[in-house]
């Protein structure tokens, strides 16, 4: 064969090939706990997430306990959802804590100024919100009101829903029909302060929170209470700079951070009928995670280097345009493959700096933004999202392994980004579990992965994959997209090899 024939051989099988990509485990070096925290969700009085998502009412045909949908509480159980952020983001700081407590024909009304005009009757409140948590086995964060609110009203919820003995909250609550406390650890000190909790300066903001903060504690009896401040948006490095600075370490557990994967804020894209383009600048907008994680968390070394405050990303995922049809302001959005790849690759990148992100809350559970779960009346479906959360709940507060990979590139043109990201870990069973996601939307990829300081067999693998980026599960078809068992998993002495479709998400198991 002439060599000009062969060199056109090499490649075309170059080509086709599935491209190399190369990790290494290292079982040997357990790098720390992965916070189960980072598994957290978010739900906000916003469109259709509380009222007609988790809560139907007492006397709704739909099968309730307590008001709260019966085939959630299952579902959202099986996702061993850690923590649960209510009730804002952007209602929260226009929220009265006390006109949702109290008989709930008597309760007064409020317009959900942000979020659609619509106005709400208050029969969500804070007993529903914290016993749902109880059903749920999840941990409640309460985003308190500083943008409209007081000290007194938010010190005063602190002592309503955490102290134990005599005091005018505390037996009010149990004129409410709550005897004991419900002890709850985790706190937000107001929501986006920079926008809609106050349009602050970060100066400004940094000397309310001591001053809330300060007034916070004293009702939770030997439980430590866990404050979170109001973050920066994504690369505001300046605001996370001047809380860092100002606030001191006592006063503080938590800051957040608010990170959506939105293409243009004045031009999105649909949720389900996006192109090919628009998928991977979505994903860009998704991985720039990593640069901002690295980057916020760098301050907050300068500070507190021995990382004991929290990088809490309160709210993250990916922001689309309404469904045609449906309220602007209820941010109702399908989810599509590619929301199983943001989900995927935003937890490798949150399991890798879990040293300092101890806390995140996927934004929104139902109805709203990335949502786990959709309603319509009496049906529920779950979405691509809600697999990934639940293939990946393996990682819940196991300790990280250090995988690094060497990934080959999904171009888009000009540009390009890593097709292969991943995270692994080891439960408190013996097993590691490696979470592995190849964004490339039109190549297989084969990720060849050396294991080091260990023999091991595969036990399991799962994936979640689908014909078309595009495609989601509807009410019609609730199972197009779900996790299957995977056979593209060999292992030979030290060496994994998997073979991942495009667009895939899949979790391995090691013993
Ligand atoms: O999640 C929707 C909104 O996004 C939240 O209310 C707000 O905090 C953010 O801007």
């Known amino acids: ?305 021995q990382k004991k405050i929290a990088l809490v990303v309160d709210e993250w995922g990916g922001w689309y345009d309404v469904e045609t049809g449906t309220n602007p302001g209820f941010l109702y959005q399908q989810n599509t493959m590619r929301d199983a790849m943001i989900a995927g690759v935003t937890l490798n990148i949150f399991n890798n700096h879990s040293d300092r992100v101890r806390m995140a809350n996927l934004a929104q559970t139902i109805n709203v933004l990335q949502a786990v779960i959709l309603t319509d009346k009496a049906k529920m479906i779950l979405t691509p999202t809600y697999h990934v959360m639940e293939m990946y709940n393996v990682h819940q507060d196991a300790q990280l392994i250090p995988l690094t990979i060497k990934s080959s590139d999904y171009v888009m043109g000009a540009d390009k980004l890593p097709a292969i990201s991943g995270s692994a870990s080891k439960d408190s069973l013996g097993n590691t579990h490696i979470s592995l996601v190849n964004i490339d939307s039109k190549n297989s990829q084969e990720v060849v992965i050396t294991l080091q300081g260990k023999n091991y067999k595969v036990t399991g693998s799962r994936i979640l994959a689908s014909a078309k980026l595009q495609d989601h599960n509807t009410f019609e078809e609730p199972e197009k997209v779900k996790p299957v068992s995977f056979n593209g998993v060999n292992i030979k002495g030290s060496q994994l090899t998997v073979k991942m479709p495009p667009f895939s998400v899949v979790v391995i198991t090691l013993k």
């Open 1 to 305: 064969m002439k060599s000009s024939c062969l060199a056109i051989l090499f490649i075309l099988i170059a080509k086709f090939l599935p491209a190399q990509n190369t990790a290494v485990l290292s079982a040997d070096s357990a790098k720390g706990t992965i916070s189960r925290f980072i598994y957290g969700h978010f739900a906000e009085h916003l469109g259709h997430s509380i009222y007609g998502g988790f809560y139907v009412g007492d006397t709704s045909k739909i099968a309730n306990t307590a008001g709260v949908r019966n085939d959630v509480i299952a579902a959202l159980k099986k996702l061993k959802v850690p923590v649960l952020r209510w009730p804002g983001g952007c209602f929260a700081d226009t929220y009265h804590w006390k006109d949702g407590i109290g008989p709930k024909n008597k309760r007064p009304t409020i317009v959900n100024t942000n979020w659609g005009g619509v106005t709400e009757d208050n029969s969500f409140g804070t007993h529903d919100f914290l016993n749902m948590c109880k059903l749920l086995g999840a941990e409640p964060y309460l985003s308190g009101n500083v943008g409209s609110g007081t000290v007194q009203e938010l010190t005063d919820w602190v002592q309503y829903v955490n102290f134990k003995g005599k005091s005018p909250m505390s037996d009010l609550r149990r004129q409410n029909g709550q005897q004991e406390p419900w002890n709850v650890t985790f706190w937000g000190v107001g929501n986006e302060a920079w926008g809609c909790g106050g349009n602050m300066t970060p100066e400004y903001y940094a000397n309310l929170y001591r001053r809330y903060a300060t007034y916070m504690t004293g009702y939770s009896g030997g439980n430590q209470m866990f404050r979170i401040a109001s973050g920066a948006s994504d690369a505001d490095y300046h605001w996370t700079e001047v809380l860092m600075k100002n606030i001191p370490l006592h006063l503080i557990s938590g800051i957040a951070l608010h990170h959506y994967a939105v293409i243009d804020w004045n031009k999105k894209s649909s949720a389900a009928a996006f192109t090919e383009q628009e998928y991977f600048t979505t994903m860009q907008r998704a991985l720039q995670m990593e640069t901002l994680v690295t980057k916020h968390s760098a301050i907050m070394d300068q500070y507190d280097p």
